[in-house]
């Protein structure tokens, strides 16, 4: 029997190192349009990473998983999150683990009703396929959550802007709170 090395390997630093893994960043230009106020900020500030890693086989059973990287950055009061997105697929559901950090996960069904789970180093959560999804860094440290998802469950950002999320995340005295997005 041999013993090999597993195909990726999560350092400390907040990287994903491995064979086959993608990765993309979005910079403050990339999500500007999902606060409440834009202004001052500069469009090259790093918002997210996410490392992923997609199956060979891409059949119907077939699994892909991520890591997402969220940096501690204030957009004018407002807590960083990712954009957030339904599945295309909704019989899709996905498995959040929180690594580090601490926030929250976002959830909103096809009604506007929205709500959260904390996240934390361990926290596990069940993500239906019929809910949107964000995160959302409520600390001083990076949020760093992996993720395991089906390989049909796609990104429905389409929604998410017909329909945003019903509540913002905002930092007040070092205290984060949820407030109504009056925008809707
Ligand atoms: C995650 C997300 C990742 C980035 O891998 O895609 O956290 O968030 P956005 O895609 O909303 O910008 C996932 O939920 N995949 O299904
Ligand atoms: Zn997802």
Redesign the pocket.
Known sequence: MKIIEPPAVEEWSGILKGKDIQSYR?HFSDVSSYYLNAEGMDAETVM?D?Y?SSSEEKADGSLEW?L?VLYPVSVNGECNM????F?MDESCE?I?IGKAGEGLLMYMDHTGNTWCEKVFSGSVHR?SGRYA???INTGDEPLK?M?C?NSR?G?N?EAIQKQPFGYRVMKKDGKAEAVKNEQL
């Open positions: 979005k997210y996410v992923s991520g997402t990712t954009k957030g997105h599945h996905e959040y993500i999804h964000r995160l959550v993720a998802w469950a990104h950002y």
